[in-house]
């Protein structure tokens, strides 16, 4: 049989791709999930039992947290990236890293042809495909769901058709949970002028009380949580935990898609906003004026082109260099009050802080210069002002 690995979610697409490529074209199906956070043992193990029911011929689960950290969301928090000044890039960014692992099981099982649920309308298409290409242009990509323009009741009566009888009543929200936030999708999210309810996000005011918390980050990773060191991959998770509670977190994300169109998709996301908030802040304690220049326009254009697909483009390991170089100093603390459904960043303390007092104090005292001095220096900056209004000023 023709040996085919299928990105499986356990959703109603990618389970119509099993039962039909199997039955229909003989594929033998190996199903694939990657993990980017938020599964349980029991949600994969259920995951598992419905790819075999429906003809696959294995199942592999590839805990893949870690990876995503390491290659991915570390240099969202190193570049404060939010998508429009909103978005932490929570689903697109496991996108990339769900499609290398695909790739990677795919040439290690000896596999020819690779399939996704993905269907023509959205981004997570060009995000798989652009990955497969570049990196297995010699594996056939297949797509039952985009090819035959399907919708979703057709699939359900195809199954039933082989007696496949699983609930697939819709959920009146979609929710793609992982490491770096949850994303919320409803009737809500087709409009421009509604909100989505409470009822929609999965975390629930629990707290009505304020809580401070003390990030300590090193070289730009959160190391700690008041003072207990732990991995920033345990950190996330356990930050997230904490600030959850207090429905910190939560907003709609509209912009550009990759296919032209305008998307609009509810998120939230508590520690991700905490941390790139958090770290942010503590950057602009202890980097120079122009680091901060540089660092936001290429964090910017490093959020883009990750959104984008284009994550294998070379450049996108030029601007990671440049970004862990820049979190040398980027050590301290910062502490964050947490209050129902919003967050503060209080302060930080830094042995790297920019605002060391033995220079003055913006506004009050100077130490390291005379009236004199600060005369000239005007002087000498106003002078391109000057000449400019002198030559123009008719």
């Not at 039955?23 to 259920?46: D, L, R």
């Not at 409470?198 to 304020?210: I, M």
């Not at 090193?218 to 959850?244: F, M, Q, Y």
Request: hydrophobic share 40%; aromatic share 10%; net charge neutral.
């Amino acid at each position: 049989m023709k040996k085919l690995v299928l990105a499986y979610s356990g959703g109603l697409d990618t389970s119509y791709c099993t039962k039909y490529l199997s039955a229909e074209e003989a594929f033998e199906v190996h199903a694939v999930s990657v993990n980017t956070g938020g599964f349980t043992k029991k949600e994969i193990k259920e995951i598992e039992d419905k790819a075999l029911l429906l003809g696959a011929a294995s199942y592999h689960s590839i805990d893949a947290v870690q990876t995503f950290y390491d290659t991915v969301v570390k240099y969202l928090i190193f570049g404060n990236v939010l998508k429009n000044n909103t978005y932490p890039l929570s689903v697109s960014a496991e996108r990339i890293v769900q499609a290398l692992e695909i790739v990677k099981y795919a040439k290690k099982v000896g596999a020819k042809y690779i399939a996704h649920g993905s269907t023509g309308a959205g981004n997570d298409q060009v995000r798989f495909d652009m990955i497969f290409q570049v990196l297995a242009p010699e594996i056939e990509i297949i797509t039952p769901i985009r090819d035959k323009k399907l919708a979703r009741q057709e699939e359900i009566e195809y199954l039933k058709t082989k007696g496949v009888n699983l609930e697939w009543a819709k959920a009146k929200y979609s929710v793609n949970k992982g490491l770096w936030g949850t994303s919320v999708g409803g009737e809500e999210t087709l409009t421009s002028h509604l909100p989505l309810p409470d009822d929609a996000y999965p975390s629930k005011l629990k707290n009505l009380g304020t809580q401070k918390v003390k990030l300590t980050f090193e070289k730009g990773e959160l190391v700690a949580i008041d003072g207990k060191r732990e991995k920033p991959v345990d950190n996330i998770e356990k930050l997230e935990e904490i600030a959850s509670q207090y429905a910190i977190g939560r907003d709609i994300h509209v912009g550009d898609t990759i296919i032209g169109i305008k998307g609009r998709v509810g998120f939230e996301a508590a520690a991700p906003l905490i941390i790139i908030k958090a770290h942010h802040t503590l950057e602009k304690h202890v980097l120079t004026k122009w680091q901060l220049h540089h660092k936001d326009y290429l964090a910017n254009w490093y959020g883009m082109l990750l959104h984008e697909g284009n994550y294998l483009d070379e450049v996108m390991r030029n601007i990671e260099a440049f970004l862990i170089d820049s979190q040398k100093n980027v050590t301290g603390d910062v502490w964050v009050s947490l209050h129902p459904y919003r967050f503060a960043i209080d302060g930080i303390k830094s042995g790297h802080d920019l605002m060391n007092a033995e220079f003055g104090t913006y506004g009050e005292v100077n130490k390291a210069w005379t009236a004199d001095d600060a005369k000239g220096f005007i002087k000498i900056s106003s002078n391109a002002a000057k000449i400019h209004q002198s030559v123009n000023k008719k």
